[in-house]
């Protein structure tokens, strides 16, 4: 059980990973001389568009942060009582 446990948060490390690698190209994607050639109404649109990855991506770490720390503490928790 603890070998399936360990591939579990290997995979979902990987996949962390992977989330944070795709949107950081998200954002490198799109160059500066791309940015500066747009007209002003799709400038906005690619600034919330970037605006929004960035988001994303640091609301999905802290989700992960807080998932991890609610794991310790639980567990911590089991092993004093247990």
């Given at each position: ?55 994303l991506t640091v609301g999905v770490g802290v989700v992960l942060q807080v998932i991890g720390f609610l794991a ?11």
């Amino acid at each position: 059980m603890t070998e399936t446990t360990n591939r579990l948060r290997r995979l979902l490390g990987l996949a962390v990973k992977a989330f944070i690698l795709a949107s950081v190209i998200a954002v490198l994607l799109p160059l500066p001389q791309y940015a500066r050639s747009l007209s002003d109404e799709e400038y906005i649109i690619w600034l919330v568009r970037l605006i929004w990855v960035l988001m994303l991506t640091v609301g999905v770490g802290v989700v992960l942060q807080v998932i991890g720390f609610l794991a310790r503490k639980r567990q911590t928790k089991t092993r004093k009582t247990g």
